[in-house]
């Protein structure tokens, strides 16, 4: 019958798409160790200009001795003592921020009269700097860990807002028209169709949101506090320490460097049902 | 026995602020899209309603299945006045409106789902239609996996699956490519002789129309009315030979005779309304 041949030839189309899936996932592993030549040629130039006497070494030690630094500084245990101080208070501050913002942008998103009466305020408050409201912070919650969570969590929450109202106001129609002509019931259509539709954008506020979690804590901790790796960086330059702040420097592109991917993997397999987009790029 | 039974049904839609349309010089903020629908669908009847662009098919199946409510006049099914969506009725859209994050077995038991069927017989449901449409080695894969027609299957398979007495289908080929439509339209064919549930399906396609329909219900122009009603006398069960037999060059020239003036004057109502438009 012709209808089990189309069946086969749609088959056989998907089997090709898997085999396409790999190549592809090849390419893309070889392509972008092509990036790594940049960075090597950077690391190079950080190691000849020293060397060479163009750039004073007292200012910028060599590439090699900035890895001995930090190296050290890892065995002797000091620098995870600073990197588990700023990943706590960011993590802490970042899941206060999902837990309020993304009810609150549910609300928003799905009560267009609740938007009508906040939306300014959140507009007015989102377009204020996260930085000049640091001093605030500090004045009144001191040089203790509230002040950095508490920042934190400002800075990480309007990213995650903002994504969740687009999230529930972008929800397909036709998926809410479909759902009801199946008789769903109020409370499924949030669990079951808003929810999962407004996730790939949530997930994506959670990213842009996680990452300023951590650069806000760095700020932060450089401004106000006794640990972290902005206080360690601030530190090492204040005691001139160059060598040690070119080491915690490096420790936070690392850092950075990882949280990125690791979000970006964390965002694919959130959304594994919208196939394969490469959203590596994006971060 | 009348299965379902349209009264008189009007539908009008206010406009945005600052927009207005021109019905025979008056201006108005509402555009009147149906204008009182009178129409008696059979028990088992596989019912076609095609007219031009723009004169509330679409709208009507709304109503029927409740998702919208008429201005006036009311629609029963069963003898019961529709107020509200009905487990008696499935819904077929032109875009599938599979939900992404669900594979096509679970997809399709979203429906049973909503009446608390429980996972175990909602499963077994859903995998015997599955293999009804030729579809078992897919029940995992994510409708991004899937072609347009398979899509499609998956979808109608789901409408079916809490076992409707009415299927309402909104042009749900409209997307597809020629031959995987004439495909489709087999397909559904063979499984509508086997239920003989109650099909209420809007097309564009005067063939599409003339190879599934028991009765053709012919549209006029906006604001829409029911102009006809024809009854297609072919011989069942179909198949794709009839469609270059004689006889469904008649229907299909007899449905044509009658949509064509109304399909000028909706063009000529577009015109008017783009030139308002600017």
């Known amino acids: 019958m012709l209808g089990e041949i189309f069946g086969s030839k749609d088959e056989f189309k998907l089997r090709f798409i898997e085999i396409d899936s790999i190549t592809k996932n090849l390419k893309k592993i070889r392509e972008r160790s092509h990036g790594l030549w940049l960075v090597f040629a950077f690391f190079a130039v950080w190691e000849a200009l020293p060397r060479l006497g163009i750039i004073d070494p007292i200012f910028l030690p060599t590439f090699s001795e900035t890895i001995i630094t930090l190296i050290n500084l890892a065995m002797s245990g000091k620098l995870f003592v600073h990197i588990w101080a700023s990943l706590q208070r960011s993590m802490i501050g970042f899941v206060l921020a999902v837990l309020v913002a993304v009810p609150l942008g549910f609300l928003m998103g799905w009560y267009n009269s609740f938007e009508r009466y906040t939306d300014l305020f959140v507009q007015s408050l989102r377009n204020t700097s996260t930085f000049a409201l640091l001093p605030i912070f500090l004045l009144f919650l001191g040089l203790g860990e509230a002040s950095k969570i508490a920042i934190v969590f400002y800075g990480a929450t309007w990213h995650l807002l903002i994504n969740t109202i687009s999230g529930v106001k972008n929800v397909d129609p036709i998926y809410i028209k479909a759902a009801k002509s199946m008789g769903i019931s109020d409370k499924d259509l949030f669990r079951k169709i808003i929810l999962p539709a407004s996730t790939p954008s949530i997930v994506s506020g959670a990213r842009l949101g996680a990452k300023t979690a951590l650069l806000v804590v760095i700020a932060a901790e450089m401004i106000g506090a006794k640990s972290g790796l902005g206080y360690f960086v601030q530190n090492a330059q204040f005691n001139f320490m160059i060598p040690e702040m070119f080491a915690g420097i490096l420790t936070l592109s690392i850092l950075g460097l990882i949280l990125n991917y690791l979000l970006v993997w964390i965002e694919k397999k959130a959304t594994y049902w919208k196939g394969d987009i490469d959203q590596a790029i994006l971060g | ?278």
């Not at chain 2, 039974?5 to 539908?11: R, Y």
């Not at chain 2, 097309?203 to 297609?232: C, N, W, Y």
């Not at chain 2, 009839?242 to 015109?271: C, M, T, Y």
Request: proline share 4%; aromatic share 8%.
């Open chain 2, 1 to 278: 026995m009348d299965k379902i039974k349209s009264e008189s049904v009007k539908k009008k839609f206010k406009l945005k602020d600052g927009q207005e349309v021109n019905n025979n010089g008056a201006v108005s903020n509402e555009i009147e899209v149906l204008n009182g629908v009178d129409l008696s669908i059979r028990n088992g009847e596989f019912l076609v309603v095609v007219g031009p662009s723009g004169c509330g098919k679409s709208v009507l199946l709304d109503i029927i299945a409740g998702l919208t409510n008429s201005t006036s006049g009311s629609v029963y099914l069963d003898g019961k006045k529709v107020e509200g969506t009905n487990i008696k009725t499935g819904y077929v859209f032109q875009q599938y409106a599979l939900f992404p994050w669900r594979n096509a077995l679970s997809n399709i038991e979203f429906g049973l789902e909503a009446q608390n069927v429980p996972r175990e017989e909602r499963t077994k449901i859903a995998k015997k239609l599955l293999s009804l449409f030729g579809l078992s080695d897919f029940w995992d894969r994510f409708p991004y996996q899937l072609s347009g027609g398979m899509q499609q299957r998956v979808a109608i398979a789901r409408a079916l699956a809490t076992n409707p007495e009415v299927l309402l289908m909104d042009e749900p080929f409209a997307a597809l490519d020629a031959q995987t439509r004439e495909i489709l339209q087999n397909e559904l064919l063979r499984i509508w002789e086997g239920t003989r549930t109650t099909v209420v399906f809007v097309t564009h396609s005067i063939d599409e129309a003339v190879f599934l329909a028991d009765r053709v219900a012919v549209m006029t122009a906006r604001p829409g009315i029911i102009k006809q009603l024809i009854e297609i006398d072919l011989p069942r069960p179909r198949d794709g030979n009839i469609r270059s037999s004689p006889e469904f060059a008649d229907n299909r020239h007899k449905v044509w005779n009658l949509l064509k003036g109304e399909v000028i004057k909706a063009q000529k109502d577009w015109e008017l309304a783009s030139v308002y438009a600017r």
